[in-house]
């Protein structure tokens, strides 16, 4: 379990090897992901997703660089663990 502060910005976070995998359990997060990968088709892109209690979500990434930000008034948390 993870928490972050109203505007507190958490990352850039990779694994080479294992896979992130997490849900925001209060608040509300926007999570960025950034595919670093040279030999990938999406390769550059950036894409953001915003999880919490006005959108529930399971997120599972492999071999990105993530990042997460509060957009919630008040303390947000979400829990993680890896493969």
Same mark, same amino acid.
């Given at each position: 379990? /993870?928490? $972050?502060?109203? %505007?507190?910005?958490? %990352?850039? @976070? &990779? @694994?080479?090897?294992? $896979?992130?995998?997490? $849900?925001?359990?209060? %608040?509300?997060?926007?999570?960025? =992901? &950034?595919? %670093? ?6 390769? #550059? ?6 999880? #919490?209690? @006005?959108? =529930? =979500?399971w997120?599972?990434?492999?071999? =990105?660089? /993530?990042?997460v !930000?509060n ?6 948390? !979400?829990?993680? &663990?890896?493969?």
């Open positions: 379990m /993870t928490t $972050a502060y109203p %505007g507190v910005v958490k %990352g850039w @976070h &990779y @694994h080479k090897k294992q $896979a992130d995998n997490m $849900a925001v359990v209060k %608040g509300m997060m926007k999570i960025v =992901l &950034y595919d %670093g990968r040279k030999d990938s088709a999406t390769f #550059g892109e950036i894409n953001e997703i915003f999880a #919490g209690c @006005h959108n =529930l =979500l997120c599972i990434f492999q071999l =990105l660089f /993530t990042m !930000s957009v919630f008034p008040r303390r947000s948390y !979400s829990n993680q &663990y890896t493969d």
